[in-house]
């Protein structure tokens, strides 16, 4: 198959990458771009462990192909912070909110998503129950990941409950 040459801006920063018209977004990222924050597990847009941001919605990478994405800002959980860590990150650190820390990536992102659109989604518990379970985490279950996100979003300080 022949490959077809474009550019991703991921994180700011632009990619030039000649890719084959069927990558997928999750493998260019990892591949290609060498950002290997963004995890591949089912490989069928099911469990949320490739979730990044285009044009600031939370998207399934593994489902997407590289092309698509043309044009588009990406952003990924290594575009997170400048040197410093992102609130969501600190707070999934004081809430004890990962273990082995496959899924952190994807819920991350996810949540950053949903935070920048709407912050209000905290104070929805059925929302944010929704949101959260729309990933997969098999660690640690999702009440830290819930208390995580709350704290990051100013409702509480982290650590707290």
């Known amino acids: 198959m022949t490959a077809l ?3 991703l801006t991921v994180n700011g920063r632009p990619y030039d990458l000649d ?3 069927r990558r997928t977004l999750a493998d260019a990222l990892r591949e290609d771009c060498g950002l290997t924050g963004t ?6 847009g099911v469990c949320g462990a490739c979730t990044v941001l285009v044009d600031g919605q ?5 489902l997407l192909f590289a092309v698509q994405c043309t044009d588009a800002e990406i952003r990924t959980v290594e575009g997170l912070a400048d040197g410093a860590e992102h609130p969501l990150q ?3 650190s004081a809430e004890h909110a990962l273990q082995c820390g496959f899924c952190t990536p994807g819920f991350l ?3 950053v998503g949903a935070l920048e659109k709407d912050p209000g989604v905290v104070r929805d518990a059925e929302r944010l129950r929704e949101l959260l379970t729309s990933n997969l985490c098999r660690c640690t279950g999702y009440e830290a990941i819930r208390r995580a996100v709350v704290a990051a979003a100013g409702d509480r300080p982290a650590g707290e409950d």
Request: with cysteine.
């Open 5 to 7: 040459r474009t550019t």
């Open 19 to 21: 890719v084959e018209p």
């Open 39 to 44: 995890h591949l597990g089912c490989e069928h």
């Open 58 to 62: 939370a998207v399934r990478s593994c």
């Open 90 to 92: 600190t707070a999934f």
């Open 109 to 111: 992102m996810l949540a």
